[in-house]
């Protein structure tokens, strides 16, 4: 559905069931997932498409490593306030300290 000039792209499965890193042993066989209903089908049929292939990757580069820096590297994993204005004024600081990290980084490069 297009609302507001929005036309998502959504995930329907993931696309391999293991990562490559995972040394687990292999678990048992199951029967691949059958996509019956229609919306999913169609969003299948669209993702192998070569412009939203494309739109759909970009999201692996841009938006999840800033995530991981920010729990990993700068050991932000919980908030620590309560109240909803209490958290956005939290995780502002945190995306401006992100951003100033950044702004670091890049200036000394």
Same mark, same amino acid.
């Given at each position: 559905? %297009?609302?507001?000039?929005?036309?998502? /792209?959504? #995930?329907?499965? +993931?696309?391999?069931?293991?990562?490559?890193?995972?040394?687990?042993?292999?678990?048992?066989?199951?029967?691949p997932l059958r996509i019956t209903e229609p919306w999913r089908l169609?969003?299948?049929?669209?993702? %192998?498409?070569?412009?939203?292939?494309? /739109?759909? #990757?970009?999201? +692996?580069?841009?938006?999840?490593?800033?995530?991981?820096?920010?729990?990993?590297?700068?050991?932000?994993?919980?908030?620590?306030?309560?109240?909803?204005?209490?958290?956005?004024?939290?995780?502002?600081?945190?995306?401006?300290?992100?951003?100033?990290?950044?702004?670091?980084?890049?200036?000394?490069?």
């Amino acid at each position: 559905v %297009q609302a507001r000039g929005v036309d998502p /792209l959504v #995930a329907i499965g +993931r696309p391999v069931d293991r990562r490559s890193y995972d040394f687990r042993p292999e678990p048992s066989p199951r029967e691949p997932l059958r996509i019956t209903e229609p919306w999913r089908l169609k969003m299948k049929a669209r993702l %192998q498409q070569d412009p939203a292939k494309t /739109l759909y #990757a970009l999201r +692996r580069q841009t938006v999840e490593p800033v995530f991981g820096i920010i729990k990993s590297a700068m050991g932000f994993t919980r908030f620590h306030l309560r109240g909803l204005a209490n958290v956005a004024t939290e995780w502002t600081l945190v995306a401006l300290a992100y951003n100033c990290r950044r702004i670091a980084r890049l200036s000394a490069a």
